[in-house]
């Protein structure tokens, strides 16, 4: 199971946070700060695993995140999930973001956080691994995407302003 | 309306959208917590106007607001609202939003339910996709019961977008309501082999997750697994699969035999070094869960071995820290494969990656032997200098002690280095483990009596230099250690060489500013102290050294009788007392050593930390039961405050108490005794430990300890565990010439001394003997009381509740079928042609059978009434497996007879429920235990079929007619066999296909009934899992069968035998 999944740049500020287990608002925050700290001290040529949240998770639960640019990456999950299988799950995620919003960038995921939660979810489902053909999830982000358009044609101008 | 309609978009154009809205929290960087309740209020001006895309905008932007750490909660309504609109917009909108602030304990989910039901049954696949999602962040267990045959209905989704979401959501309902898992797992169970691969992942997913909590519920999968994973080639599936049988292995060794092969095939083959690795693992649970010293298993070690190896060795820091953490599996069962590559593990201690050494640390616990021991702990200590961050280094700290103290200090072969080990440890600025210091240097002072001498001169420096210890209070953590020490020096002090300097030492008015549960140590201990120096002096012929201690005493104890800390205060207050009457006899030249000492008199013997827990509620004492009446409540209430104060008064008077003369106090002590000695629920020292001490007269006088000499003792602060490297080499050295010599004596002390150790290592760790020979203290326990312990696990795991046995569910009516009241919630008013769960298939097909049976004769009913029959008695020979059957047969099969007459309605009913052999768990016994069965079991299955496939006309009519008779002789024949049961694998067999035979003509009987019949089960076919299929190899070899397989038979009533026999 994934328990959260959180994107923060270099800095610590939070471009998507997903938690899979419910926590009040203050603990979320918690969350991102701890897991920021403990990722951003971490050199670049190091594993990409890190056990140890003391807020998240525990024994049973690791630290699995990539860093590209700006952006940390990082997939809280337990046991059950295969190390290297999430590393390249975070890799499907990023190409997707990739292909969805052209050269992906940090500022896409600023104003279109909502977009990016609508490509996970097409990914990971409640903290399961849903789909992890990069091309079937574009597809159903696509459809999805092209539904809204035909609904929204009337603001579609204020709608594309980055 | 329509202008309503439009005004409400133009505003909406001037309205803030999520864009703006970063943008402006982007632009207002000095304010921005301003900035944003500024936000909230339009926000709050939005949500309150009918226009559902303003609203829905207002939504996305609260979602923003909420991953920026701002309670939204308040808006759950205006959520609900954009949820349920008709656009696919904002109705995504509105479930993002409800995902991600939704929760368990807010109050207007429950409006949501028939929302949410009519989105999961909406045309639009997206629709009820999107809803799906957001169900899966936020089911209650309401939602869940109420939503749960919707959601299993969507299983069976012509979409497999729907599919898939529907499968992978269930896991979520059966954690939330754990009563949905037996009627919708024949499902679930089907879809590991639905057509669409993301269907089936999803499956896989789902059930080795439940199987991962639960394991031994989902055993009988095993084949089917099994069978996935040597066809499917997806990766990710894969991994899920071997990562289950990793999970099952531990359960069934049998599992393991058969996996090894294609698992050591996937890693020879796989190019994935995910699946390499979840190989590699599911291998090494496989080698754990196999009985050792099976020799064809060694080659498996090594090739798992050798590819961690490489993993290890690679560049990329992630397949080493995998590697590595994979070798700590394989090294609590084969250690010595692991141990040979100490060179790469050590040289991972010096990787700079933090997560790196960790998991070389762990590795290390498992390497070390009497051998190396010191050596690796050297190293370690180099480490611990030179690391600087604290955590690694408080971590490189308890690992030393792990290490050394493990499985009862097993691998130590010389204490004084150990102890000294643990002084230099004290040096350690700012560690937060000084308690697991001291508690070492207690437990090997207690327990290790050869020691004590050493210890004690050790822990009297450190008290000396107690000042290097607590120079800065803020970093007080490894003061600790000081308590073992003042406890130590005091509770030893006859071993003390200067017991005055220390006595001196422990008064030290600095002492004072140590935390208060070390003070109370110091001044108790200062009390021991001070008895043993009475003792001596009063020897000396001179009584004014006595009389100067006792002067010391009382000009020191004041400074704590003044403490802070009610403790200290206490202690030192009674103690400053008695010191004071003990001068007063002092001066009156009265003996009084004996009678101080005998206040500490006696052994204080170490007492296993969980024993008070342990022993044992001696019969007929009820704990719960009052001893006196119990008061009534109004009455306690009155009298209270009165007991307080009248408890209060002695404590003021308090200190007088402690002048009631030591001959009383001796008296008293000898009472306590007395009376403990005749209590038998008393902890008593156990009876074997002690005859240790007797039989080993002064353990200190066996000779190995003359090297010890050698070493200067008195260097206070400096390192000196390394001089014990070579020591021990020396030794070593000289104890290899001299082995035969003391081969004699060792066999003596191993009789006396060592009798309580474990089993050294597997290498010659038998040659070395340890330095002192050691009597390990075993640590108490009350007779009765179990070693194993229950007390981990958590109560409140959710899973807990998902233990349900599902094997019965496959096993049709005879050992617990779906109850109604287990069939999942329906809501009176279904839509049409939505598909039926299982439970409810079983009824509507019943209604079609219902007729022929009605028709069908009585003997009928008896043969069913003998299947039930004979199934259960098959169970319940499995389960017990006895021999005595025969004797019992008459009253069982009595009983059963009416028993099946009462469940008769209700086997009717599911009748048509999944429908495989009553020998499901023998099936699975049969899979394992056939061990070279071929990897395409389905291959050899269909060939099989193939032979048996006609089920002829002709013999189902004679079947027919000589029914009445063969029930009855099955089960004579199944009596007598039963007897032989466990030595005749063949005749049980032939039973088997006896039964088989059976209920193949049971079902024709069925298909007498009418050819619509049968139609009705071909589609129940489609919707119902195949078990395994391996019973049909064995339906092709008999002979039985081969011989009636002539007849041809049409395609559908083919389908339909197929069924009967699984």
């Given at each position: 199971m994934i328990k959260?999944?959180?994107?923060?740049?270099?800095?610590?500020?939070?471009?998507?946070?997903?938690?899979?287990?419910?926590?009040?608002?203050?603990?979320?925050?918690?969350?991102?700060?701890?897991?920021?700290?403990?990722?951003?001290?971490?050199?670049?040529?190091?594993?990409?695993?890190?056990?140890?949240?003391?807020?998240?998770?525990?024994?049973?639960?690791?630290?699995?995140?990539?860093?590209?640019?700006?952006?940390?990456?990082?997939?809280?999950?337990?046991?059950?999930?295969?190390?290297?299988?999430?590393?390249?799950?975070?890799?499907?995620?990023?190409?997707?973001l990739d292909k969805c919003f052209e050269n992906v960038c940090e500022l896409d995921l600023i104003f279109h956080v909502d977009k990016v939660h609508n490509i996970l979810a097409e990914m990971v489902m409640g903290g399961m691994v849903l789909e992890t053909n990069m091309n079937e999830i574009i597809t159903q982000v696509d459809a999805q995407n092209k539904m809204e358009k035909s609904e929204t044609f009337i603001f579609q101008s204020t709608r594309q302003d980055r | 309306m329509a202008l309503k309609i439009v005004k409400g978009s133009i505003d909406r154009m001037f309205d803030k959208n999520l864009q703006d809205l970063v943008r402006g929290i982007r632009n207002h960087k000095e304010d921005e917590a301003k900035y944003i309740s500024t936000c909230i209020d339009e926000i709050k001006q939005e949500l309150k106007?009918?226009?559902?895309?303003?609203?829905?905008?207002?939504?996305c932007k609260l979602t923003y607001l909420q991953m920026l750490g701002y309670d939204v909660s308040w808006a759950a309504f205006n959520i609900v609202e954009v949820m349920s609109s008709s656009k696919f917009t904002y109705k995504r909108i509105g479930y993002l939003a409800a995902s991600q602030c939704f929760h368990e304990n807010t109050d207007v989910i429950m409006l949501t339910t028939n929302q949410i039901r009519k989105d999961l049954s909406s045309p639009n696949q997206y629709d009820t996709g999107v809803a799906l999602t957001g169900l899966s962040c936020f089911v209650t267990p309401d939602l869940a019961r109420d939503l749960a045959n919707d959601?299993?209905?969507?299983?069976?989704?012509?979409?497999?977008?729907?599919?898939?979401?529907?499968?992978?959501?269930?896991?979520?309902?059966?954690?939330?309501?754990?009563?949905?898992?037996?009627?919708?797992?024949?499902?679930?169970?089907?879809?590991?082999?639905?057509?669409?691969?993301?269907?089936?992942?999803?499956?896989?997913?789902?059930?080795?997750?439940?199987?991962?909590?639960?394991?031994?519920?989902?055993?009988?999968?095993?084949?089917?697994?099994?069978?996935?994973?040597?066809?499917?080639?997806?990766?990710?599936?894969?991994?899920?699969?071997?990562?289950?049988?990793?999970?099952?292995?531990?359960?069934?060794?049998?599992?393991?035999?058969?996996?090894?092969?294609?698992?050591?095939?996937?890693?020879?083959?796989?190019?994935?070094?995910?699946?390499?690795?979840?190989?590699?693992?599911?291998?090494?649970?496989?080698?754990?869960?196999?009985?050792?010293?099976?020799?064809?298993?060694?080659?498996?070690?090594?090739?798992?071995?050798?590819?961690?190896?490489?993993?290890?060795?690679?560049?990329?820091?992630?397949?080493?820290?995998?590697?590595?953490?994979?070798?700590?599996?394989?090294?609590?069962?084969?250690?010595?494969?692991?141990?040979?590559?100490?060179?790469?593990?050590?040289?991972?201690?010096?990787?700079?990656?933090?997560?790196?050494?960790?998991?070389?640390?762990?590795?290390?616990?498992?390497?070390?032997?009497?051998?190396?021991?010191?050596?690796i702990v050297?190293?370690?200590?180099?480490?611990?200098?030179?690391?600087?961050?604290?955590?690694?280094?408080?971590?490189?700290?308890?690992?030393?002690?792990?290490?050394?103290?493990?499985?009862?200090?097993?691998?130590?072969?010389?204490?004084?280095?150990?102890i000294s080990i643990l002084v230099e440890l004290t040096r350690l600025e700012g560690t937060r483990h000084g308690h697991l210091i001291a508690s070492q240097m207690l437990d090997v002072a207690i327990r290790v009596k050869a020691i004590r001498v050493f210890a004690v001169a050790q822990m009297a420096t450190l008290l000396d230099n107690a000042h290097l210890l607590t120079g800065n209070m803020q970093r007080n953590g490894i003061c600790e250690v000081?308590?073992?020490?003042?406890?130590?020096?005091?509770?030893?002090?006859?071993?003390?060489?200067?017991?005055?300097?220390?006595?001196?030492?422990?008064?030290?008015?600095?002492?004072?500013?140590?935390?208060?549960?070390?003070?109370?140590?110091?001044?108790?201990?200062?009390?021991?102290?001070?008895?043993?120096?009475?003792?001596?002096?009063?020897?000396?012929?001179?009584?004014?050294?006595?009389?100067?201690?006792?002067?010391?005493?009382?000009?020191?104890?004041?400074?704590?009788?003044?403490?802070?800390?009610?403790?200290?205060?206490?202690?030192?207050?009674?103690?400053?007392?008695?010191?004071?009457?003990?001068?007063?006899?002092q001066q009156k030249d009265v003996e009084v050593a004996e009678e101080v000492s005998a206040l500490f008199a006696g052994e204080l013997n170490p007492v296993a930390p969980k024993a008070q827990k342990k022993v044992p509620v001696p019969e007929g004492l009820d704990l719960d039961a009052w001893i006196n009446e119990p008061p009534s409540e109004s009455e306690s209430e009155d009298e209270q405050p009165k007991a307080i104060f009248t408890k209060e008064e002695p404590k003021h008077s308090r200190p007088r108490h402690t002048e009631v003369d030591e001959k009383e106090l001796a008296r008293r002590r000898e009472a306590r005794k007395q009376e403990q000695a005749n209590n038998p629920f008393y902890i008593k020292a156990s009876p074997s430990s002690q005859k240790v001490y007797q039989e080993a007269p002064g353990v200190e006088h066996i000779p190995v300890v003359q090297i010890d000499l050698s070493v200067p003792l008195k260097v206070p602060g400096l390192p000196m565990s390394d001089q014990y490297v070579k020591l021990e080499e020396e030794r070593r050295q000289k104890e290899r010439a001299e082995k035969k010599k003391k081969e004699k004596k060792k066999r003596k002390e191993k009789r006396s001394g060592r009798g309580k150790k474990h089993d050294s290592g597997p290498e010659s760790e038998e040659d070395i003997t340890p330095a002192h020979v050691v009597d390990i203290v075993t640590e108490e326990m009350p007779e009765n009381a179990l070693p194993s312990d229950d007390d981990d696990k958590d109560p409140n795991d959710p899973h807990k509740a998902l233990d349900i046995d599902l094997d019965n569910l496959l096993e049709t009516t005879a050992r617990r079928?779906?109850?109604?009241?287990?069939?999942?919630?329906?809501?009176?008013?279904?839509?049409?042609?939505?598909?039926?769960?299982?439970?409810?298939?079983?009824?509507?097909?019943?209604?079609?059978?219902?007729?022929?049976?009605?028709?069908?004769?009585?003997?009928?009913?008896?043969?069913?009434?003998?299947?039930?029959?004979?199934?259960?008695?098959?169970?319940?020979?499995?389960?017990?497996?006895?021999?005595?059957?025969?004797?019992?047969?008459?009253?069982?099969?009595?009983?059963?007879?009416?028993?099946?007459?009462?469940?008769?309605?209700?086997?009717?009913?599911?009748?048509?429920?999944?429908?495989?052999?009553?020998?499901?768990?023998?099936?699975?016994?049969?899979?394992?235990?056939?061990?070279?069965?071929?990897?395409?079991?389905?291959?050899?299955?269909?060939?099989?079929?193939?032979?048996?496939?006609?089920?002829?006309?002709?013999?189902?009519?004679?079947?027919?007619?000589?029914?009445?008779?063969?029930?009855?002789?099955?089960?004579?024949?199944?009596?007598?066999?039963?007897?032989?049961?466990?030595?005749?694998?063949?005749?049980?067999?032939?039973?088997?296909?006896?039964?088989?035979?059976?209920?193949?003509?049971?079902?024709?009987?069925?298909?007498?009934?009418?050819?619509?019949?049968?139609?009705?089960?071909?589609?129940?076919?489609?919707?119902?899992?195949?078990?395994?299929?391996?019973?049909?190899?064995?339906?092709?070899?008999?002979?039985?069968?081969?011989?009636?397989?002539?007849?041809?038979?049409?395609?559908?009533?083919?389908?339909?035998?197929?069924?009967?026999?699984?």
């Amino acid at each position: 199971m994934i328990k959260a999944i959180l994107i923060f740049n270099n800095h610590g500020k939070p471009r998507l946070s997903k938690f899979y287990e419910h926590y009040n608002e203050d603990t979320e925050q918690q969350i991102i700060r701890e897991t920021f700290h403990l990722v951003s001290k971490r050199d670049e040529n190091v594993c990409n695993f890190l056990e140890g949240g003391m807020l998240i998770g525990g024994s049973d639960y690791k630290l699995i995140y990539r860093h590209y640019a700006t952006l940390y990456f990082v997939f809280c999950v337990d046991s059950s999930e295969s190390e290297l299988g999430i590393l390249d799950l975070i890799q499907v995620f990023v190409e997707t973001l990739d292909k969805c919003f052209e050269n992906v960038c940090e500022l896409d995921l600023i104003f279109h956080v909502d977009k990016v939660h609508n490509i996970l979810a097409e990914m990971v489902m409640g903290g399961m691994v849903l789909e992890t053909n990069m091309n079937e999830i574009i597809t159903q982000v696509d459809a999805q995407n092209k539904m809204e358009k035909s609904e929204t044609f009337i603001f579609q101008s204020t709608r594309q302003d980055r | 309306m329509a202008l309503k309609i439009v005004k409400g978009s133009i505003d909406r154009m001037f309205d803030k959208n999520l864009q703006d809205l970063v943008r402006g929290i982007r632009n207002h960087k000095e304010d921005e917590a301003k900035y944003i309740s500024t936000c909230i209020d339009e926000i709050k001006q939005e949500l309150k106007q009918d226009n559902i895309a303003v609203k829905a905008n207002a939504v996305c932007k609260l979602t923003y607001l909420q991953m920026l750490g701002y309670d939204v909660s308040w808006a759950a309504f205006n959520i609900v609202e954009v949820m349920s609109s008709s656009k696919f917009t904002y109705k995504r909108i509105g479930y993002l939003a409800a995902s991600q602030c939704f929760h368990e304990n807010t109050d207007v989910i429950m409006l949501t339910t028939n929302q949410i039901r009519k989105d999961l049954s909406s045309p639009n696949q997206y629709d009820t996709g999107v809803a799906l999602t957001g169900l899966s962040c936020f089911v209650t267990p309401d939602l869940a019961r109420d939503l749960a045959n919707d959601i299993m209905t969507l299983m069976s989704h012509t979409k497999p977008y729907i599919r898939k979401k529907a499968v992978l959501i269930m896991y979520k309902v059966f954690l939330k309501y754990p009563e949905s898992l037996r009627p919708a797992f024949p499902r679930l169970k089907e879809k590991l082999e639905d057509p669409d691969p993301g269907v089936q992942s999803a499956a896989v997913n789902v059930i080795c997750e439940l199987a991962r909590r639960n394991p031994k519920n989902y055993l009988s999968l095993a084949p089917l697994f099994f069978k996935l994973m040597t066809s499917s080639t997806n990766n990710w599936v894969l991994i899920k699969i071997i990562k289950l049988f990793g999970a099952l292995t531990p359960l069934e060794p049998r599992l393991g035999k058969k996996l090894i092969e294609p698992l050591t095939n996937l890693i020879h083959s796989t190019s994935a070094m995910s699946l390499l690795y979840e190989c590699v693992n599911t291998v090494i649970a496989v080698l754990i869960s196999l009985s050792s010293g099976m020799p064809n298993h060694s080659a498996s070690i090594q090739l798992c071995v050798q590819k961690l190896r490489i993993l290890i060795e690679d560049s990329d820091q992630n397949l080493k820290y995998l590697g590595l953490l994979a070798m700590s599996k394989i090294l609590k069962t084969h250690p010595k494969s692991v141990q040979s590559h100490k060179d790469l593990i050590l040289q991972c201690l010096d990787d700079k990656d933090e997560s790196i050494r960790l998991r070389a640390l762990d590795l290390l616990y498992g390497m070390v032997s009497k051998k190396n021991l010191m050596e690796i702990v050297k190293k370690l200590m180099i480490h611990v200098d030179k690391a600087e961050g604290t955590t690694y280094r408080d971590e490189l700290l308890t690992k030393i002690i792990d290490i050394c103290s493990q499985s009862n200090y097993q691998y130590i072969t010389n204490f004084e280095w150990y102890i000294s080990i643990l002084v230099e440890l004290t040096r350690l600025e700012g560690t937060r483990h000084g308690h697991l210091i001291a508690s070492q240097m207690l437990d090997v002072a207690i327990r290790v009596k050869a020691i004590r001498v050493f210890a004690v001169a050790q822990m009297a420096t450190l008290l000396d230099n107690a000042h290097l210890l607590t120079g800065n209070m803020q970093r007080n953590g490894i003061c600790e250690v000081l308590y073992a020490a003042a406890w130590i020096c005091g509770e030893f002090s006859e071993h003390l060489e200067n017991p005055v300097q220390t006595l001196e030492a422990m008064l030290r008015p600095k002492v004072a500013t140590l935390p208060g549960h070390i003070q109370a140590v110091y001044v108790q201990n200062a009390a021991k102290l001070f008895a043993t120096i009475l003792k001596n002096q009063e020897g000396n012929t001179d009584s004014t050294a006595a009389q100067e201690t006792s002067q010391m005493m009382i000009d020191r104890l004041p400074l704590f009788v003044q403490s802070a800390n009610l403790e200290v205060q206490e202690r030192a207050s009674c103690i400053l007392q008695l010191v004071k009457y003990i001068q007063k006899l002092q001066q009156k030249d009265v003996e009084v050593a004996e009678e101080v000492s005998a206040l500490f008199a006696g052994e204080l013997n170490p007492v296993a930390p969980k024993a008070q827990k342990k022993v044992p509620v001696p019969e007929g004492l009820d704990l719960d039961a009052w001893i006196n009446e119990p008061p009534s409540e109004s009455e306690s209430e009155d009298e209270q405050p009165k007991a307080i104060f009248t408890k209060e008064e002695p404590k003021h008077s308090r200190p007088r108490h402690t002048e009631v003369d030591e001959k009383e106090l001796a008296r008293r002590r000898e009472a306590r005794k007395q009376e403990q000695a005749n209590n038998p629920f008393y902890i008593k020292a156990s009876p074997s430990s002690q005859k240790v001490y007797q039989e080993a007269p002064g353990v200190e006088h066996i000779p190995v300890v003359q090297i010890d000499l050698s070493v200067p003792l008195k260097v206070p602060g400096l390192p000196m565990s390394d001089q014990y490297v070579k020591l021990e080499e020396e030794r070593r050295q000289k104890e290899r010439a001299e082995k035969k010599k003391k081969e004699k004596k060792k066999r003596k002390e191993k009789r006396s001394g060592r009798g309580k150790k474990h089993d050294s290592g597997p290498e010659s760790e038998e040659d070395i003997t340890p330095a002192h020979v050691v009597d390990i203290v075993t640590e108490e326990m009350p007779e009765n009381a179990l070693p194993s312990d229950d007390d981990d696990k958590d109560p409140n795991d959710p899973h807990k509740a998902l233990d349900i046995d599902l094997d019965n569910l496959l096993e049709t009516t005879a050992r617990r079928p779906l109850a109604d009241s287990e069939k999942l919630p329906v809501r009176s008013h279904r839509a049409a042609g939505a598909p039926k769960s299982p439970a409810e298939d079983g009824e509507a097909e019943n209604a079609t059978p219902q007729e022929p049976k009605k028709k069908s004769s009585k003997e009928k009913r008896d043969k069913k009434k003998d299947k039930e029959r004979d199934r259960k008695r098959s169970k319940e020979e499995k389960k017990k497996k006895k021999h005595k059957r025969e004797e019992k047969e008459e009253d069982l099969l009595g009983g059963q007879a009416e028993e099946a007459a009462v469940q008769s309605e209700e086997t009717k009913e599911v009748e048509a429920q999944p429908s495989s052999t009553s020998a499901e768990v023998s099936d699975l016994d049969f899979w394992l235990s056939n061990a070279p069965v071929p990897s395409n079991t389905q291959e050899a299955a269909t060939v099989a079929a193939a032979e048996a496939d006609p089920a002829p006309e002709a013999p189902a009519g004679t079947a027919a007619d000589s029914e009445p008779e063969e029930p009855k002789d099955t089960e004579t024949e199944e009596s007598k066999s039963s007897k032989h049961k466990k030595k005749k694998q063949k005749k049980e067999k032939e039973e088997k296909e006896k039964k088989k035979k059976k209920k193949h003509h049971h079902h024709h009987h069925h298909s007498d009934g009418g050819g619509e019949e049968s139609v009705q089960n071909g589609t129940v076919e489609e919707e119902e899992p195949l078990p395994p299929m391996s019973n049909y190899c064995l339906l092709a070899e008999n002979s039985y069968i081969k011989m009636v397989s002539d007849g041809d038979c049409d395609a559908r009533l083919w389908k339909f035998v197929l069924l009967s026999i699984c």
